[in-house]
């Protein structure tokens, strides 16, 4: 029997995610329905997607370019939205059974409790919503039977490793973090570094912001304030450990002392059809060889060094402050990245803003949705505030 194409809707079908989630779609024809598309701004790349997938609405979020967008589509018969709304009503359409969310920053928080509040699957690999939202996010979900499909490779591969035991049997959870392209550069030239170097990630191909996250080892800080709420575990049984290929995407450790671990190509296809079927797991979702242990036999597992990754423990710092403090740092973070992308702070300035705005942060206790998005605003007045140069009358007040 065939079964009926799942309905997938897709915010930020232009960038990395998003087309490999369409690449995941294309290989699987009959299993899926691109019913709904999204993307930030880039049309020209949005416009042949919605020629060739026929979804029934179409948005772009940067209003500047809707009429680009209304232009190349030509006689499309499908609704077209235009402006920052259109995510909202877009993870809410009828027709959705899954929202991909795959759009970049903050922005990915409230379309994804829009869908929850639908009552729609998320396969999330908008990682801000969980480290900024997670407080309201994840009881909302509970609440509606909703699965929060982790596409982060790290998180599908803990996802996947938990299927061998209870939770109560696990005793802790080990992230690998590649260690980024400066795992091996002498620490006193780290002052130094320049954006194009911070860009050439190792192993992933990734958008700007979470290419410098790796770099700078937040990304790795992020993974472990999602893991709290995606796994339901206190920050204590996250450990990271650095693992240079990238094989290893994460493992578990039972009380028994067994360690499961997933592993598999750096190919985000494989997390983003786990996503979307799990716990099926169909041929050709990767190539034949899709790992050859016999060619990369050399596995290497090393701690992390503080000194070389601070980013590390101010995850730990957040996560002792409370929800509203992990909303600061990734705030923080994105102003601190855009600021080092604009050559206004040094690579270490980036780590060290953000610790300075989590000091300068009140945490809420019990946030509703609306202190999150106060204490992320607050955060990124605060490092643009704080910005070398900054005149002194420009610096936002604490709160
Ligand atoms: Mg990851």
Known sequence: MTPIPLQIGILGSTGSIGQNTLRVIDRFPGRFRVTALAASRNVDELAPQVRKYHPEVVAVVDAT??????????DYSGRILIGADSLCEIAAWPSIQTLVVAVVGFAGAAPTLAAIDAGKNIALANKETLVAAGAVVMPR?????VTIAPIDSEHSAIWQCLRAGAHQEVR?????????PFRNR???????????????????????????DSATM???????????????????????????QSVVHSMV?????????????PDMTLPIAYALLAPERPKGVTGPQ??????????????PDPARYPALDLARRALAMGPTACAVLNAADEIAVAAFLDGRLPFTGIVDQIGK??????PVSDPNFEDIVAADQWARDYVSGHLPGTPAKAVASTR
Do not use: C
Request: aromatic fraction near 6%.
């Open 186 to 212: 002498p620490l006193e030239t780290f002052a130094t570094i320049t954006p194009a170097e911070a860009l050439d990630h190792p192993t992933w191909r990734m958008g700007p912001r979470i290419t410098i």
């Open 141 to 145: 979900a509970r609440q509606r039977s």
């Open 290 to 303: 899709a790992l050859d242990l016999s060619r990369a036999n050399t596995l290497d597992f090393a701690p």
């Open 218 to 244: 937040m990304n790795k800080a992020f993974e472990i304030i999602e893991a709290t709420w995606l796994f339901d575990l206190t920050p204590d049984q996250i450990d990271v450990v650095i693992h240079p």
């Open 357 to 362: 705005t989590l000091t300068a942060h009140k």
């Open 172 to 180: 802790r959870i080990i992230l690998t973090a590649s260690g980024g």
């Open 65 to 74: 370019h809707g009429d680009a967008l209304r232009a190349q589509l030509g």
């Open 253 to 265: 450790e039972y009380q028994d002392g067994s360690v499961i671990a997933q592993l598999g190509s």
